[in-house]
Structure formats: C-alpha cells, structure tokens
C-alpha cells in the first residue's frame, strides 16, 4: 500500500469515528461514589478511557456469587459524552443491597472494561441493618499459609486479628477496615473482610500469603514488590512489602459463599489482592484501591460450628489447594497453583 493510499484509509477511518488500533476499555471512578437506597434519576459520572458511542454500564455487586447481579440498582440510560467520560442514570431502589458495587461498560464492538468498587449503596436509614460486624481470628503456626499481619486486637475484643469499624467495642474498630457478615438479601450469611478502605492511602492492615509450598513448575510471585511499583499506581500510597519472594504482605478482601447459615457444611472462599490505583484527573487524583490479583481454593472450606450460633471455624481440606490469578481486561491469566492451608474463626457481634 502507498503513502496516499494509507492515508486515504487513515482519514476514513477518523472521519467515521473507527479506532486505528483497537484500545482497550478502562473504569477508574464514579460521581458520586455513593448513593442510599430508593434514589431515582441519579445521574453517575462514569470516567475512564476507550469509551466509544453507544457504550453501555451495567453495575453489579462486588464480590457476589451469582456473576452479573445487579443487587437493586437499574441503568436506565448511558450517555456518551467523550472517549474518557460517561453519564449513567439509574434508579436504586428501595431493598437495594447494601454493598459495594462494580461498574462495568461495554462499548457497541463487544469489548469490556470493569472498575471494581467503584460504587456503593448506602442505608436508606429504616429496617435492619444490611450487615452485622464480626471479628475474626486467623490460626497461626509453621502450618498455614494464610495468616494476619500479626498486630492483634485490643485484649477487650478477644483473641482476635480483625474487627469491623463498626464494632460496638470503640477499642476494636479503630483501624479503617471491613468485617461483617452480611444479614439480608443474597449476601445473607456471607462473610467479608477487607483490610483496606478502598480510599485510604495509608492502611494500616494486611493479610500474610505465603506461596512457599508450590505445585507443579508454579513459582514464587512476589505480589507484595510488584505491588509497590507498577504503571498507574498512587505514588505516595503506602503498602507493605516482604523481601522474601515467597511470602507477601498484601491488602486483600476476602469473599466466602453461605457460611453461617444452620446446615451447610462447606462454604467457598476467594482471596481478591489488591493494589492503590491513581484514579482521577487533574486536583481530583486521588488514591482507589482497586484489584490486582485472585486468589481461588480449588475445593470449599470445611466449616465447624458451636453452640454460640454466631460462632464458626472455616478450615482448608485435603489439598489446600488455591490457584493465583492476574486480573486484566482481557480476562484473568494463570499465574500458577499453590497449596495454602489455613483456618479462621469468625464471631458475629
């Protein structure tokens, strides 16, 4: 092809609104970032990049088990307004969940991209609470490999690692984190934790993985160095790090299906590594943590109960084994399998 034939099909391709290459979609932030239940015609700045006209949101909740559910919250129309912005309106209604939401978009040639936590539904101030708080207690000898940061509770909230913000104790609640189990809807009975805001620059919690019993050719990941400098991070956020390639000290949310409910047996379990992305233009950047990697046991976690209903302890089985996964636009890739054996005791309050 010739010079003045190239660009001929160069200026087609611009005077019809077509990529010259294909540009991968990315959701950074919403506006506003929150909204209580039974809102109607809210409109929700979407920013991010390869938008084209014609995209699409959709937002659904984090984490929930059931792939694409919408927990309460209806787009009713997606507004282009140029390559890096949309406008959302939707509708949340009345028995919304009370959760943190992803918000996905998807242009009119099929492609995808998806923001996590991007937004959250909030308490419309009557009923009972969505979640309750909850403590947990991660065992810790030479056997596990997941295991807490190590800085226990005060000793007025037990042999505990991590408590919920809203703790009714004011001195468990103290560090700015999740862990709750949730008390209605579909996230009924599930639990939670999550050892960052996802806002906050400084947590001041994390979780131990240590992928020192490897299966197979599957190596060491470094998560925690990889985490400390990588394209798109907020530069000032501060994250932990471990010089041992093997072990890593990572802020996490960790997911599990129907724990508490009385007569399940077994319950899956889902580890989401995440990394202080900079999100946001101009004044407006600001730090979002956002996920990285995941972390899936391959088999469901046993679960032992109590006469204190409240009360459970989830336990890897057989193998314990996890996979590593790296989330991308394109999809989650590989990274290798590991065995991860660990157990948590979990106290609703």
Not at 121 to 148: C, I, K, L, M, Y
Not at 158 to 168: F, L, Q, R
Not at 325 to 334: A, E, H, L
């Amino acid at each position: 092809m010739d010079f003045r034939r190239k660009l001929t099909v160069s200026l087609l391709f611009l005077l019809l609104g077509l990529p010259l290459a294909a540009q991968n979609v990315q959701v950074n932030s919403a506006d506003p970032p929150s909204a209580p239940q039974a809102t109607v015609n809210l409109n929700v700045t979407i920013q991010g990049r390869g938008f084209r006209r014609g995209a699409v949101a959709r937002f659904f909740v984090t984490g929930s088990i059931n792939p694409g559910n919408p927990g309460g919250v209806r787009v009713n129309s997606t507004t282009f307004v140029g390559g890096s912005t949309l406008v959302a309106n939707v509708d949340i209604a009345d028995n919304a969940t009370i959760s943190l939401f992803d918000i996905e978009v998807e242009n009119d040639d099929g492609r995808t991209g998806k923001g996590i936590e991007l937004f959250s539904v909030t308490t419309s101030g009557s009923g009972q609470p969505s979640e309750a708080p909850a403590r947990s207690n991660f065992r810790a000898d030479s056997t596990v490999r997941v295991r807490s940061d190590g800085n226990l509770l005060d000793p007025s909230c037990g042999d505990n690692d991590y408590a919920d913000v809203t703790d009714p104790n004011p001195l468990c609640n103290g560090h700015r984190m999740y862990s709750s189990v949730g008390r209605t809807g579909e996230l009924r009975g599930r639990y939670f934790l999550r050892t960052e805001f996802p806002l906050d620059p400084n947590p001041t919690r994390w979780l131990v993985l240590d992928f020192s019993q490897r299966v197979g050719t599957s190596s060491c990941p470094g998560l925690d160095t990889i985490l400390k400098a990588y394209p798109g991070r907020y530069a000032t956020a501060f994250s932990p790090e471990n010089p041992d390639p093997c072990i890593d000290l990572v802020e996490i949310a960790l997911f599990t299906e129907d724990a508490f409910p009385p007569g399940t047996l077994t319950t899956a379990v889902k580890i989401r590594i995440d990394g202080p992305d900079l999100v946001g233009h101009g004044r407006q950047q600001r730090n979002q943590w956002n996920g990285k990697y995941w972390l899936r046991f391959t088999r469901p976690l046993s679960i032992a109960r109590y006469l204190d209903t409240n009360k459970i302890t989830l336990t890897t089985v057989d193998t314990h084994e996890a996979t590593l996964w790296k989330i991308t636009q394109s999809g989650d890739q590989f990274m290798g399998t590991y065995a991860m054996p660990f157990q948590v005791t979990i106290t609703i309050q």
